[in-house]
Structures are given as C-alpha cells and as structure tokens.
C-alpha cells in the first residue's frame, strides 16, 4: 500500500476503491470528509450504494450525535443529518457542505435531524474490521482527519459483491485500489496494541526462564511469551500455538507437546523467546478441534476435517506475536519453525527473519499421516521424510 499514491490521488479527486477480500468481496468508495465536493460527492453517487459517513463512535456520542438500533457485531449507525445552513440537504453540494462541517468537529446543534447524510460509528479497527473502521485508519494513514465519505460500489443490476464490475469501475476511473487487509497490516504496524503487563521468574524442568504476559488491545487473547536472558540482538524464537491435547495432555496425535519441548530446550541452551499463542486447533478453538478430531477417526484428514467445518486449513494470524516481539525490543529473530508461512508473516509485518531454524517433530503411529498432510498439503518442510 503506497500511501503517498493513494494521497496524491485523493488530492486530485479520486476516491479510494476499498475492497474486503477476507470474508465477502464488498468493494466501497472512500474520500475523505474534510475536502468533500460537489463533484466529489456527485461521482460518488454514481456507484448507487448509500452514501455515508464514517467517524468514530465515541466522539460522535461526545458531540450528542445518538444512535439508531442495531444488532451486536452490525454496522453502527447514527442518526442522518443536514447541516443547519443546507436548504433541503439532498443536493451533492449541500451533502459535501455536511460532510465539511461534521469534520470539523462540529456538534449535534449545528445540524438538523434525520437529514440526508447517514452517519456510521467506528468502533476501532482492533475490535470490528469493517469498512467502516477501515475507512478512519486510511484517513489517519493519508494524513487526514478521522471522518470518511464512503459508498459501495452496487453493479448495473443493482447487486453489491461483483468483484468482476468493481475492479472495471476502479479501471475505468482510474481509481486506486486497496483491501481492508492492506489496511489492517498497516495498523498494526502503527499502533502498538499490545504491552508487556507482568514478568515472573519460571523455574521448569528445561530450565529457569521468565514468563511474561501481556496487555493486550490487538486481538484481547492471553499470549504470554517464556523468555531465556541473555537473548542478544537476533534471538531464538518460537512461536508456539496452544495445543491441550498434545502440550498439556501428551497426545500422540500431534507434534505439538515434542516441540514445545524441543524448542524450551534449545532456548534454554542459548537464550530465547518462546510466544505461547492462544491460537488452539489452528485458530479454531479447542471445541471445534475435538469435532475436528472427530471427523479424522471417520477418515478424513487434518486439512479436510478443519474445511468441512467450515474453517480454513490454518486460521491462525501472526500479529499479535509481531507485537509481543516489539514490545520485548526485536526486530530481528532465528525463527524455529519448519512452516514457512510463520516466516513469511513476520516478514511482511516488518520483523528480519535472519535465519530460518528447524524443529524436528516426534514421529508416531499415530502422528505419521498428520505430518505428511503438514508437508503435502500446508507446504511444511520437516527436516527429514515420513
């Protein structure tokens, strides 16, 4: 996402197509609320959606805006306003003259209500990541202040989600082009979410580390990392999600409990850092990986069982363990792994992955299959064959 190229085109009256890619493809148009024109506003209503525009909840309650019922989770919407000196608030020029004057910071007084201009809260990017609050993060990224006109994109039939029709009226228009995770990683970048909290001494039968946990705003889990002093300026490091079944409770299903073993071994020896991810089942939870498991006594595989349940085969992310790395003063790590999407997370985050370190699994009757499924079908690369 180069942000001086998005900013340059926004100067020169060109909305942003922002797309979500992860769940549904809804594409919006969005321009920031604080140089909204006539011939801003004009254009985009011509992408048909309803047009709003976006602020963050809290200010908006501060400033007596109110909101209308929604369900939980839903896009919050506030109650739709004209700006006071507007005639009727329809026209593109009066909504742009609205949209000027709610980024002003204006309060509820200055404008009449229900009016033309719909108003959506934010909640913060950390807790919903919608348009909505995608939209504040891009303005605050370009410079702007955190109050967004957005629209989406509906085709000639009427019907939003056409991929195809969005990226040919981006095309067309000569309109750049970005996802909410393009914003999303850049936020997390940003804005550090995620702060040491306490840090113990923890003497275990591999050694004495210390363990630390977290104040955590990015994703509100319980990681804690088990650290090994002195670890130097490119430390060891694993990231290691919870398994209950085959950290704590020694299945042979999994080789989960011998690495975690092997790598608190390997830090021990060497200094280190050990992320403890509460990412259970491959970021499914510990409820859906026992159906999981249900499903491989019926035959299927690891990948299969996770996608008839209706998961991807691996749904963890990497970004809260780039944040605990930064909040622990890393920007550089041996990464003990011998699955390269973990190196690759990291890497696009920002942290240097200066050595990629392998961590041989515990082979089993039981576990044989489940490794060959990693290799075969998650690209993993043990250090020897199965």
């Known amino acids: 996402m180069n942000l001086e190229e998005l900013r340059r085109a926004i100067l020169e009256g060109k909305p942003v197509v922002l797309i979500d890619d992860r769940r549904e493809f809804e594409a919006d148009l969005i321009y920031p609320a604080e140089i909204a024109s006539a011939e801003v506003v004009n254009f985009m209503l011509s992408a048909k959606g309803l047009l709003c525009l976006t602020m963050d909840m809290d ?22 306003v004209d700006y006071k000196e507007t005639f009727t608030g329809i026209t593109a020029k009066e909504r742009a003259l ?107 039968k591999y050694g004495e580390f210390r363990i630390i946990a977290f104040e955590n705003e990015l994703d509100f889990k319980e990681h804690v990392a088990i650290v090994k002093e002195p670890y130097g300026d490119v430390p060891l490091v694993r990231i290691h999600s919870k398994c209950l079944t085959g950290d704590t409770l020694a299945s042979l299903k999994c080789d989960c409990g011998s690495q975690l073993a092997n790598s608190l071994r390997m830090i021990a020896q060497e200094g280190g850092i050990l992320l ?42 990497y970004e809260a363990a780039f944040q605990m790395l930064r909040a622990l003063g890393v920007s550089k790590v041996r990464l003990i792994t011998n699955n390269p999407a973990k190196a690759k997370a990291l890497e696009e985050l920002g942290i240097e992955v200066v050595e990629v370190v392998p961590a041989p699994p515990e082979v089993t009757e039981y576990n044989r299959n489940y490794l060959k499924v990693k290799v075969e079908k998650l690209g993993h690369k043990l250090p020897f064959e199965v």
Not at 138 to 163: C, P, Q, T, V, W
Not at 187 to 195: D, G, T
Not at 292 to 302: F, I, P, S, V
């Open 276 to 317: 403890y991810m509460d990412q259970e089942g491959r970021g499914i939870g510990l409820k859906e990986k026992i159906k999981a498991y249900e499903l491989q006594d019926k035959g299927l595989d690891t990948v299969e069982a996770n996608k008839a349940l209706g998961f991807k085969a691996d749904e963890r992310t």
């Open 98 to 204: 609205t949209a000027r004057k709610l980024a002003e910071g204006l309060s509820v007084e200055a404008f009449r209500y229900p009016g033309h201009l719909h108003l959506l809260g934010g909640i913060g990017l950390n807790r919903r990541r919608g348009h909505t609050e995608s939209s504040l993060e891009l303005m605050e990224f370009l410079g702007f202040k955190r109050y967004a006109l957005i629209i989406e994109i509906l085709d000639e039939k009427g019907d939003s989600h056409n991929r195809e029709y969005a990226l040919a009226f981006a095309e067309k228009h000569g309109l750049p082009v970005i996802t909410t995770d393009d914003v999303w990683k850049e936020f997390v970048r940003r804005k550090q979410l995620i702060r040491v909290y306490a840090n113990a001494r923890l003497p275990t």
């Open 59 to 80: 200010e908006a309650l501060k400033k007596g805006f109110f909101r209308l019922p929604s369900k939980e989770g839903e896009t919050n919407f506030l109650i739709p």
